[in-house]
Each structure stands twice: as structure tokens, then as C-alpha cells.
């Protein structure tokens, strides 16, 4: 199980490889771990699946539900608007892509602090 998905991201400490540790987000949504899946019978076992990270949902929520401008919601999580693009775009690909392509999408939970 890899940092990304057992709950360790979020805190500055998650790496994905080379480079700097990933920087902290403020997140006043409730992000809660859920899975969604297509419909079409019950047995999700060998169905992909596309894990969302807690940063990027925050990102799609304030930008795409709430309507904030990219300038706006990093300014809420407390982050560049670069970082904040970058969370927006990975997350609306990887819904894109567990929508188009069939596949299982789950959220991972954050931390709580």
C-alpha cells in the first residue's frame, strides 16, 4: 500500500517519489472516504479504480461546486494557485476518467488534525 492511498498525504510529510514533500492544504470540506461505481452489477472486485486525494476534491468542490475563482480557493487552502491548478486539473482528469472509462473512484480519506 503506497503513502497516497493508506492516509498519510495531507500533512506535508506524503512524497511521490523525487522531490519536495507535498504542502499542506487547509480544507474546510468534509471529505469523507467513499467509492463510487458504475451500476451495472454487483461484483466491483476487478473493476480499476481511481483514487481521488482528499486536496484534490477540496480543489474540484471550491472551484467547480461553490464557484470560486482558482485565485480565491487557494487563497481558502492556503496554497499557491499553481498547487491549486495542479490539484484541479489531476482531479477533474481522474474523475473524467473513472466516468468515461467505467471505472470504480474512490476517495481517499484525509487526516483529521
Not at 480544507?27 to 452489477?41: D, I, K, L, S, V
Not at 486525494?53 to 494557485?81: F, H, K, T, W, Y
Request: charged share 35%; aromatic share 4%; with cysteine.
Amino acid at each position: 500500500m503506497t503513502e497516497e492511498t493508506n492516509g498519510n498525504c495531507g500533512e506535508g510529510r506524503c512524497r511521490r517519489g523525487r522531490g519536495r514533500p507535498r504542502a499542506k492544504r487547509i480544507m474546510n470540506g468534509a471529505c469523507r472516504r467513499g467509492c463510487f461505481a458504475p451500476y451495472e452489477n454487483e461484483e466491483f472486485s476487478g473493476r480499476e479504480t481511481v483514487f481521488l486525494l482528499p486536496e484534490e476534491m477540496e480543489a474540484v468542490r471550491l472551484v467547480d461546486l461553490l464557484d470560486n475563482d482558482q485565485e480565491a480557493a487557494a487563497e481558502i487552502m492556503g496554497v499557491s494557485r499553481r498547487t491549486l491548478w495542479r490539484d484541479l486539473h489531476n482531479g477533474r482528469k481522474k474523475i473524467a476518467d473513472a466516468l468515461v472509462n467505467g471505472k470504480r473512484l474512490e476517495i481517499v480519506p484525509g487526516n483529521e488534525d
